[in-house]
């Protein structure tokens, strides 16, 4: 059983909003961020609607000097660490910059820039390419860009593991921090598919909804009804240290992370296992290394990818494990609300877990007309007062990996 670590600053940019306050307000009242993409000519896509992020420049501290040279999933994940280091009220520059750490889970890289400059290469040849296209585009750019901006110099670590990249980064650092390597780290995730190469790459691998036509009851997760999920963009990071740092400085505990398991299917090299076996053993591990019991977990948050195989392993888990208090144990998706965030969809469920718990109020699944599979207790269209003081979250990639956190509820000093 590992060492409980605190989170006390939430970092979040999403179609739903930047900053928690904004953002938590649009996700209780249940609003729809999924429209039709317009940045560029997506008509001809079979699914051309996503979860996009209209005023990133607004909320922007980076320079227009920088930005030049940085794609915009390096952006969004500078925009979120800075909001988590306002919240948590670290002062950087008096942090010994040896023990501090930054682990950041990504999917498909930053493709909007890498797009534009292989453009140019083939219009212009070698020379009408920038130097920085060696550096903006590839998973790990965002976890450079942040360490050269803060002058972070410690053990640090890009995961690519799908969707749940962020997640298991997120339970990566915590194992860290147990092991006294390092005295905080900055963890999460950051997504940016909304691109023409990254769309199609999306596409290409035929999950996602072509209900193009009515885009905000489109990602329809256990919905008898779906036809797979939306993407969406944005980024999500927390900042995680040791309790005894955290409460010998003062700080407001937002939730600590107490358990962690993962495990791979080891079945297709994209579709999971179908009989739900692994991850519902991912699901005990985590509860065995949080040191409870299934009878002490108040809320799941569930992957929810809206394909049969996917949604129906998930209920199939939840059920092994649970048992009967499955039919009890409130679940929601509230990513239906703005899409996939793919890498970084783990660590945006994760800072949605820590709000619900802090306002004793479920999120709602939207869309989720007629369950199916039936038998959990869905919270659906809108969000359920109820008192959360461990919460589990789901969080799965192709291929059967599967990724579990078991989160508990934080205090302030």
Same mark, same amino acid.
């Given at each position: 059983m590992g060492k409980k670590v605190a989170i006390t600053g939430l970092g979040i940019v999403t179609p739903s909003g930047i900053g928690k306050r904004q953002f938590w307000a649009n996700i209780k009242a249940g609003r729809s961020f999924i429209k039709d993409i317009k940045r560029f000519d997506a008509s001809r896509y079979p699914s051309h609607i996503a979860g996009q992020i209209d005023d990133l420049e607004e909320y922007s501290h980076v320079s227009p000097r920088l930005l030049r040279k940085i794609d915009i999933f390096s952006h969004m994940a500078m925009i979120a660490s800075e909001l988590a280091l306002k919240e948590a009220e670290i002062d950087i520059q008096k942090e010994d910059p040896d023990l501090l750490g930054i682990f950041l889970g990504n999917a498909l890289g930053g493709w909007l820039y890498a797009e534009t400059e292989l453009r140019d290469l083939y219009i212009e040849g070698r020379k009408g390419v920038s130097p920085y296209m060696a550096s903006a585009w590839f998973p790990a750019a965002p976890q450079g860009q942040v360490s050269i901006y803060y002058g972070i110099k410690g053990f640090s670590k890009t995961v690519i593991a799908d969707r749940a990249g962020s997640l298991m980064a997120i339970g990566y650092a915590r194992k860290i921090l147990n092991k006294g390597k390092l005295n905080m780290i900055l963890a999460g995730g950051m997504e940016a598919p909304v691109t023409p190469y990254a769309l199609l790459c999306c596409n290409t691998y035929g999950a996602l909804s072509k209900n193009n *036509? #009515?885009?905000?009851?489109?990602?329809? @997760?256990?919905?008898?009804?779906?036809?797979?999920?939306?993407?969406?963009?944005? *980024?999500?990071?927390?900042?995680?240290?040791?309790?005894?740092?955290? +409460?010998?400085?003062?700080?407001?505990?937002?939730?600590?992370?107490?358990?962690?398991?993962?495990?791979? !299917?080891?079945? !297709?090299?994209?579709? @999971?296992?179908? #009989?739900?076996?692994?991850?519902?053993?991912?699901? #005990?591990?985590?509860?065995?290394?949080?040191?409870?019991? @299934?009878? !002490?977990?108040?809320?799941?948050? +569930?992957d929810g990818l809206a394909q049969d195989i996917w949604d129906r392993s998930e209920v199939k888990a939840i059920k092994a494990v649970f048992g009967n208090r499955a039919k009890d144990i409130p679940v929601s998706c509230p990513k239906s609300m703005f899409g996939n965030l793919l890498g970084a969809s783990g660590a945006i469920d994760l800072i949605i877990t820590i709000l619900a718990m802090e306002y004793n109020l479920i999120p709602p699944t939207l869309n989720l007309d007629e369950p199916d599979p039936a038998g959990l207790n869905y919270v659906r269209g809108k969000a359920k007062e109820h008192k959360i003081n461990r919460a589990l979250i789901i969080s799965r990639g192709r291929g059967g990996i599967n990724s579990i956190l078991v989160v508990e509820k934080g205090r302030e000093q």
């Open positions: *036509a #009515n885009p905000q009851s489109a990602y329809r @997760p256990f919905d008898k009804k779906r036809d797979g999920f939306v993407i969406g963009e944005g *980024a999500g990071i927390v900042i995680m240290e040791g309790v005894e740092r955290a +409460l010998r400085r003062g700080a407001k505990i937002a939730a600590f992370v107490s358990g962690y398991g993962t495990t791979c !299917d080891g079945e !297709d090299r994209i579709e @999971p296992s179908s #009989n739900g076996e692994e991850l519902s053993r991912a699901i #005990n591990m985590a509860l065995l290394d949080a040191g409870i019991t @299934p009878a !002490d977990i108040d809320y799941i948050s +569930l």
